[in-house]
Structures are given as structure tokens and as C-alpha cells.
């Protein structure tokens, strides 16, 4: 099986700013992280844990010990998304932009993309 490729942001500049994002929640979970290489997150993580993963290959790493290591980087960085979400929706709401939603044709508000198509 070929190896996967990196992942692609649809935002330029966003991998960037994720990469700081994941180096501070990280280092706010108490882990120990060189800000100059984000990509040894999961390092620090798999240490932490008793995980054996190595640079370059880890074919034989097992998908438990992968979701132990993995987890708890994306849960984190989840977890700090959605506070800024919710704090960035709720400044919005406040100064009256209501991001994220229109009038509908009753006067009600909708979230945006209620009806909204999605393609791949």
C-alpha cells in the first residue's frame, strides 16, 4: 500500500496557523514540543504513552496505539477550534452580524447551508 500524502488545506496559509495551533494546545496539555518542528507532535505524544513510533515508517504500529497517539492531538486541537468558533460566533451575534445564518423566507433564522448542496 502506498503511503498517504499530506493533506492539503483549502486556505492558503492555513497549515501554518494549524501547526502553531497544534503546538500550543499541545503545550498547554503538558506536553514538551519544539515549536520549530510541529510535525514531532506525535512524538512527544507516542513517548509520553509507551507508544513505539519512530521516524519514516510505522507499518507495523498498531491502529490502537495509532489513535492513542493521534487522539489525543486532534481531540485537543478540536476541542480549542470549537472555542474559538464559539467565541467568534458569539462577538458576531453581539455586534448584530449573525455569521453563520440568514432570514428565511418566513423571518425566521436559519443556519446557513440548512438546504445548501455539498459536492466533493
Not at 507516542?46 to 491502529?63: C, E, V
Not at 486532534?74 to 474559538?84: F, P, Q, W
Request: charged letters at 30%; hydrophobic letters at 35%.
Amino acid at each position: 500500500m502506498s503511503r498517504r500524502s499530506r493533506r492539503k488545506y483549502v486556505v492558503p496559509g492555513a497549515e501554518k496557523a494549524m501547526d502553531e495551533l497544534k503546538v500550543r494546545v499541545m503545550r498547554e496539555e503538558g506536553y514538551k514540543v519544539d515549536g520549530s518542528r510541529p510535525e514531532n507532535v506525535k512524538h512527544a505524544v507516542a513517548m509520553d504513552r509507551g507508544i513505539p513510533l519512530k521516524s519514516g515508517y510505522n507499518g507495523r504500529l498498531t491502529a490502537e496505539d495509532a489513535g492513542k497517539v493521534g487522539g489525543p492531538i486532534g481531540g485537543a486541537m478540536v476541542r480549542e477550534l470549537v472555542k474559538i468558533a464559539k467565541e467568534a460566533l458569539t462577538t458576531a451575534d453581539v455586534a448584530g452580524t449573525h455569521i453563520g445564518s440568514h432570514t428565511g423566507t418566513n423571518g425566521s433564522r436559519q443556519a446557513a447551508g440548512n438546504n445548501a448542496r455539498f459536492s466533493k
